[in-house]
């Protein structure tokens, strides 16, 4: 079956999400690299769990509340001035360089976000790296109310384009996204984007097993979830080879 | 409203889960501590990952694949013997020491577990306790095959009691847990077992921010979730003070 749109994940797709690092060490001296891990891993947890509960707020909601956890969590003391402008950067993400020639080389397929984001975090977002001129539609979770995984989420794929799930190339470099994509029923390329291989080596080298380097391990192998995707990259330069 | 029943969590709240590390070392030396924190993390997000992806599975077999993950994150080479002889401690979990008094002291009220353990694993660990003789109900949420913090779980405790969820005292040390009961509308108390000051300040103290501190504190202080439980108690001891 020819592939008939490319939809990608946006948060650690297309883009980076470690750079926000930079602000959060600026913020707060010497806790910019672990607020940066724990900051994620809430932010996942939370919108997880919000689906799962049934609470649903948008994913902006739950940025915030994530932070505001990690804050807490580190004792960290803080004013509203500095909360504002480390959340402020996360509608001005660095776009992995890569991207934007990558989402040219697909076209003239159908090429899309499909994203956990809320509506204004992914209008600004695109805005700001001036992909809205290559992206056929920027589609949020928001609009079933419901978080990846969810089947529902992935839905919204068929009903903005009026393709079938096997007429769809769907790109994460998230493992439980391209799990749920898969278990969906989509066809998936998973961007490993840091070798297993090298963070095994990292934790054996180190006796204290590097937190930081541990935090982004849990998050870079792909998951037993049951799923595989159908191709593995090491980069969204490679998609155009496997479409 | 008296409450009419008292409903425990198992897991981290009247069983033990660290107590694994012992075993873990054992079988793989130098990472008995990070292969239960990893394991611990991937086996909650495994439960409500499938739940979300509608791909139930036990949480037999959630525990399995998330510790092959670990050892596979890790980079640790192991045979079938090794991988079940710790598995197999998650049906001998301690019992937290002031669990069989606390549970004997709330008598006549109803007593239950309410957990996402599968009844198999549930039932060898009552049993292994000797926990069964004071218990009135063991609740696997296998029953509605999703996991907590859905809110079908925790309507088996009124399915089981036929109890409204105000006469239901719900006791758990996992914030996402209290949360959930919370939402459902259950009387929460939650088990702060470790200070999350204490926490901190082991933070602030190690510059590398000690990552099986930091594992455990992603863990241990109250989640943003938007909804806090009724009681804050250190310790199962004091359960009988607030009902």
Redesign the interface.
């Known amino acids: 079956m020819p592939i008939k749109a490319v939809v990608f994940d946006a948060y650690g797709t297309l883009y980076d999400i470690q750079s926000v690092a930079e602000i959060t060490e600026d913020a707060f001296p010497?806790y910019g690299e672990?607020i940066t891990q724990?900051w994620r891993?809430?932010q996942l947890?939370?919108a997880?769990?919000?689906?799962?509960?049934?609470?649903y707020?948008d994913f902006a909601a739950v940025t915030r509340?994530?932070l505001?956890?990690t804050l807490?969590?580190?004792?960290l003391a803080y004013d509203n001035a500095a909360f504002e402008r480390v959340i402020e950067k996360y509608l001005h993400l660095d776009l992995y360089p890569d991207a934007t020639s990558a989402l040219a080389a697909l076209k003239p397929r159908k090429i899309a976000i499909l994203s956990n984001g809320s509506p204004d975090m992914l209008g600004a977002l695109v805005r700001n790296t001036a992909l809205d001129r290559l992206l056929d539609a920027t589609i949020s979770v928001d609009a079933k109310k419901?978080?990846k995984?969810?089947?529902q989420a992935y839905e919204l794929i068929g009903e903005t384009f009026g393709t079938a799930p096997n007429e769809v190339l769907f790109v994460s470099s998230n493992p439980?996204d391209a799990?749920?994509a898969k278990?969906f029923g989509l066809n998936v390329a998973w961007i490993e984007r840091v070798t297993?291989?090298a963070?095994?080596?990292a934790?054996?080298e180190n006796?204290?097993?590097?937190?930081l380097t541990?935090?982004r391990?849990?998050r870079t192998?792909m998951?037993?979830?049951?799923?595989a995707p159908d191709h593995h990259v090491r980069s969204l330069s490679e998609l155009p080879g496997i479409v």
Chains 1, 2 share one sequence.
């Open positions: 010497g672990i724990v891993i809430k947890e939370y997880w769990l919000r689906s799962l509960m049934r609470r707020q509340d994530s505001a956890y807490r969590m580190l004792g419901v978080f995984p969810a089947p439980w799990a749920g278990s297993p291989e963070m095994a080596l934790c054996v006796e204290l097993v590097a937190p541990m935090f391990a849990i192998q998951d037993e979830l049951g799923f």
